[in-house]
């Protein structure tokens, strides 16, 4: 898997990045839930998950199991959704390994 990783690692900032967007999905949840936008930047954090997921294995793996662990008691969610942000980037997730896995170079 490492040597997966390395060579298809195409975006190095990649975790910094991670962080944010789970920092940003905390920050959305606890200020915003309110709002009328609330879905919107939900919508909005998990589209940007989404490519960071098909970018980035490292970071595919801190938003999988941050997101997972957010959404675990649903606090992302005060009223019923038919798509969570967790279900996007799991979703994600096993495209970006696909993806990952279709471009690494056989030996």
């Not at 910094?16 to 606890?30: E, F, M, Q, S």
């Not at 098909?54 to 793996?61: H, K």
């Amino acid at each position: 898997m490492e040597q997966l990783t390395a060579n298809t690692e195409r975006f190095p900032r990649a975790l910094p990045a991670a962080w944010g967007l789970l920092g940003a999905l905390v920050a959305a949840a606890l200020l915003l839930h309110e709002l009328p936008v609330y879905p919107s930047v939900l919508a909005v954090i998990a589209l940007a998950a989404t490519v960071l997921c098909l970018l980035s294995a490292r970071a595919s793996m801190v938003l999988f199991v941050g997101c997972q662990a957010v959404d675990a008691y649903g606090f992302l969610i005060h009223e019923p959704f038919s798509v969570s942000v967790a279900r996007i980037v799991v979703a994600a997730v096993v495209a970006g390994a696909v993806l990952r896995w279709l471009l690494a170079k056989p030996r």
